[in-house]
């Protein structure tokens, strides 16, 4: 059986029963399982806690962002974020001008009339 139609089982399975019956027949089978019904239903479970699995990114522009955390720890290399995702249009100019070559006034005039973002690195 290949993955997609394990899922397809599984999904299929998963929908005739509450989630509360499958929370209860996974743990009496000592199954590591549990029902995510919402980003936010995570968020207080202990285990999610100690183990960092949600954390809170400070963005200079957005402020406080939650994200999901890293999946191991090794405690002599933690994992830790230091860059975020580049914003939109981040790094147009850029590829534009060291990828393809366009000259900084083709990517002025691109930005003017609203095919690229106009977002600044930083």
């Known amino acids: 059986m290949n993955r997609l139609e394990l899922l397809?089982?599984?999904?299929?399975?998963?929908?005739?029963?509450?989630s509360?019956?499958?929370?209860t027949e996974l743990n009496a089978r000592q199954m590591s399982a549990d029902v995510i019904e919402d980003y936010s239903y995570p968020d207080g479970d202990l285990s999610v806690v100690?183990?960092?699995?949600?954390?809170?990114i400070?963005?200079?522009?957005?402020?406080?962002?939650?994200?999901?955390?890293?999946?191991?720890?090794?405690?002599e290399s933690p994992a830790e974020l230091t860059n975020r995702a580049p914003a939109l249009g981040q790094h147009s100019a850029e590829v534009l001008s060291e990828t393809?070559?366009?000259?900084?006034?083709?990517i002025a005039q691109l930005q003017t009339d609203g095919v690229?973002?106009?977002?600044?690195?930083g």
């Open 8 to 18: 397809s089982t599984l999904e299929d399975a998963f929908s005739k029963q509450t």
């Open 20 to 23: 509360d019956h499958w929370r």
């Open 50 to 56: 100690r183990n960092r699995y949600i954390i809170d």
């Open 58 to 75: 400070e963005d200079e522009r957005l402020g406080t962002l939650r994200s999901l955390g890293f999946p191991i720890h090794m405690s």
């Open 100 to 106: 393809l070559g366009y000259s900084a006034d083709e």
């Open 116 to 121: 690229i973002a106009g977002v600044s690195d």
